[in-house]
T-cell receptor, first 114, second 113 residues
Framework: GAGVSQTPSNKVTEKGKYVELRCDPI?????LYWYRQSLGQGPEFLIY????????DSGLPNDRFFAVRPEGSVSTLKIQRTERGDSAVYLC????????????FGQGTRLTVV | AQKVTQAQTEISVVEKEDVTLDCVYE???????LFWYKQPPSGELVFLIR??????QNEISGRYSWNFQKSTSSFNFTITASQVVDSAVYFC??????????FGQGTRLTINP
């Protein structure tokens, strides 16, 4: 597609449930990033993929968070046993190769845990 | 550790005024990249500029200009003759050798007609 696509745009879930957030990067982009943005804050890094592998997952807050990119294109961010503190906008970005190339962001998925 | 500080939480000006958004960064690396992004109400982060640490030339793009000063670790952004469409949250960000971006907390800019 023309840009980074994230689905769903909004997700409301009950505390304790499992959720999956999807990111479709720009075609041909090998680098993919997940960020989390809480209200009134700047985005915070979660994980970076180069191809199929997670090159840096140092931003994942705990083991309830996991992400995959099995074919080097679409990525899924998975959150187990959701907590109210997980409520935020989850942003995905992709870039052609990583490094000093520009990262293009999607519009995000707003996750609300009630 | 990397850190980006945008001390101005909110700025409100009248249309056609010039406005400067401040950004101060901390890094131990000699090679790094600085960015500005715009986040309109739709939520998508829109890339505005990337600067590497070896290029201190100021840049101008239409009504936008950026002033990079390594001596003060600052990368300020000026909008000349502001317009209502410039209203958004603006983020400054830093990247060292690793791939991740470290963002400031953002400055909410409101341009009033």
């Amino acid at each position: 597609g023309a840009g980074v696509s994230q689905t769903p745009s909004n997700k409301v879930t009950e505390k304790g449930k499992y959720v999956e957030l999807r990111c479709d990067p720009i075609s041909g982009h090998t680098a993919l990033y997940w960020y989390r943005q809480s209200l009134g804050q700047g985005p915070e890094f979660l994980i970076y993929f180069q191809g199929t592998g997670a090159a840096d997952d140092s931003g994942l807050p705990n083991d309830r968070f996991f992400a995959v990119r099995p074919e080097g294109s679409v990525s899924t961010l998975k959150i187990q046993r959701t907590e109210r503190g997980d409520s935020a906008v989850y942003l995905c970005a992709s870039s052609r190769t990583g490094g000093d190339t520009e990262a293009f962001f999607g519009q995000g998925t707003r996750l609300t845990v009630v | 550790a990397q850190k980006v500080t945008q001390a101005q939480t909110e700025i409100s000006v009248v249309e056609k005024e010039d406005v400067t958004l401040d950004c101060v960064y901390e890094t131990r690396d000699t090679t790094y990249y600085l960015f500005w992004y715009k986040q309109p109400p739709s939520g998508e982060l829109v890339f505005l500029i990337r600067r590497n640490s070896f290029d201190e030339q100021n840049e101008i793009s239409g009504r936008y200009s950026w002033n990079f000063q390594k001596s003060t670790s600052s990368f300020n952004f000026t909008i000349t003759a502001s317009q209502v469409v410039d209203s958004a949250v603006y983020f400054c960000a830093l990247r060292e050798g690793a791939q991740k971006l470290v963002f400031g907390q953002g400055t909410r800019l409101t341009i009033n007609p």
